[in-house]
C-alpha cells in the first residue's frame, strides 16, 4: 500500500475512534449538571450505606430493597459486604430499613443483587425475584417471603443462555418474567469495546418454564423494566440511549412498541405509581461521573416523573434532584401513599414525604 492510502486509512480511523468517542461523551451527557429539587421532608435511611439498587414495595406497603450489589466499572466502597435484601414498612411512622434473613442452603457468600420484582401468588403468597450476579454470571433467583419470620426462603435459581448481563426483570405469573440485557458482551473488554461502539444489540427477553425468546431488540443498553397497572404495557428503560420505550404486551407475550418518550437523562430502573399509573424513573443525570468517580465532583441523582404515558403528550416533572451532595448514583424511585423511596447504585438511600 502506498503512503498516501495508509495515511488515508489511519485518517479515517481516528476521525472514526474520535467520532465515537464523542459520540459516548454524549451517551454519558458527560456535561450535565443539575439544579437541586427537593420534596419538603427527606432524609437518608439508616443501615443503608452500600447501595439500595432496587425497590419494588408491595400493595401493603412493605418495601424490599436490594443492597450491595458489585458491577464492572462501577464504584464499590465495600466489595467485602454480603448483597442483602432490605425491608422497609412504609406503615410505620418512621419506617427502619431491616436485613431480610435467608434460609440455608443458598449461597450467600456470593448473593450479588441487582433488580427485583415481586410476585403475589392467587393464593398471597408474595414471592421475590432478584437478579443475581454470582461470580459475574447471570441468574435469577426465586424467594418465597415469609412475613411473619421476617425471612426469604430460597426456592430456585433459574439460568438459561439467554439470560446473560440481566439488568432487571418483571414477573407476571408463577416463573413467567420479563429480563432486560444491559450489555450484549460478557467480557470486560468487549463490554468497554460495545459501550464506545453502541451496537445496540440488546434486548428484552420472555421467560417461562416452557419458552425463553427474545421479544424486544435493538437497545443501546435495556436496564429497569416494569409493567403498567392493567398489565397490557410494558415499559423498558433504554438507559444510554436516554429513553422509555412503552410496548404493547402481545397475548403470545411479544412486545409491539409504541412509543419512545425521549428524556435528557440517562435512565435506570422504573416503578409505577400505584395510585396514578404514572412511571416514577430512577436517573443518572450524568453517568461519566459513575464512571470516573471523584469524591470532589460526585455523580448526581435525579426522579423522574412521567404522566399521561400513553397520550400524545405525557408530561415530565423532576421529583428530586441532587448533584451528589447528598445522593450519588440514583437507579431508583418508588411511592406508597405519600412517601418516596430512592435507591442508588452504591451510595446510600432517601426517604422522602412528598
Ligand atoms: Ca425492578
Ligand atoms: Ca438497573
Redesign the pocket.
Known amino acids: 500500500m502506498g503512503k498516501l492510502a495508509v495515511l488515508t486509512v489511519l485518517g479515517a480511523s481516528l476521525a472514526l475512534i474520535g467520532e465515537r468517542l464523542l459520540s459516548f461523551r454524549g451517551r454519558m451527557n458527560a456535561f450535565r449538571e443539575v439544579e437541586p429539587i427537593e420534596p419538603q421532608s427527606c432524609h437518608l435511611i439508616e443501615g443503608l450505606e452500600n447501595g439500595s439498587?432496587?425497590i419494588d414495595i408491595l400493595p401493603s406497603g412493605l418495601a424490599f430493597i436490594s443492597t450491595g450489589l458489585k458491577y464492572p466499572g462501577m464504584p464499590n466502597f465495600a466489595p467485602d459486604e454480603l448483597g442483602k435484601i432490605f425491608l422497609m414498612d412504609l406503615n410505620e411512622q418512621n419506617p427502619k430499613a431491616q436485613a431480610l434473613n435467608i434460609s440455608d442452603g443458598f449461597d450467600r457468600e456470593s448473593f450479588n443483587p441487582?433488580?427485583i420484582s415481586t410476585f403475589i401468588d392467587k393464593d398471597h403468597t408474595v414471592y421475590l425475584y432478584v437478579v443475581n450476579h454470582p461470580h459475574i454470571e447471570s441468574t435469577v433467583e426465586i424467594f418465597k417471603f415469609e412475613e411473619q419470620q421476617r425471612s426469604l426462603t430460597h426456592l430456585k435459581t433459574i439460568k438459561h443462555e439467554l439470560l446473560k448481563s440481566v439488568?432487571?426483570i418483571v414477573v407476571l405469573g408463577s416463573e413467567k418474567f420479563y429480563a432486560?440485557r444491559?450489555h450484549y458482551f460478557t467480557s470486560h473488554f468487549l463490554v468497554f469495546l460495545e459501550m464506545i461502539w453502541d451496537p445496540h444489540w440488546t434486548y428484552v427477553l420472555f421467560y417461562s418454564p416452557g419458552e425463553v425468546k427474545v421479544v424486544a431488540k435493538g437497545f443501546s443498553s435495556a436496564?429497569?423494566i416494569t409493567v403498567s397497572l392493567d398489565q397490557k404495557y410494558v415499559y423498558i428503560?433504554d438507559?444510554t440511549a436516554m429513553n422509555i420505550h412503552i410496548m404493547n404486551k402481545q397475548d403470545n407475550w411479544d412486545l409491539t412498541q409504541v412509543k419512545v418518550i425521549q428524556l435528557g437523562t440517562l435512565v435506570?430502573?422504573l416503578t409505577v405509581d400505584p395510585a396514578t399509573g404514572d412511571i416514577l424513573a430512577?436517573c443518572h443525570p450524568n453517568a461519566m461521573k459513575l464512571l470516573i468517580y471523584n469524591p470532589e465532583d460526585p455523580p448526581g441523582s435525579e426522579v423522574l416523573r412521567i404522566q399521561d404515558v400513553l397520550s400524545d403528550k405525557p408530561r415530565v416533572s423532576t421529583l428530586y434532584a441532587n448533584n451528589g451532595s447528598v445522593l450519588q448514583g440514583s437507579?431508583?424511585a418508588s411511592v406508597y401513599h405519600g412517601k418516596m423511596l430512592i435507591g442508588t447504585v452504591f451510595h446510600k438511600a432517601l426517604y422522602c414525604v412528598l
Open positions: 439498587e432496587d441487582h433488580g439488568n432487571d432486560t444491559d436496564n429497569g428503560a438507559v435506570d430502573n430512577g437507579t431508583v
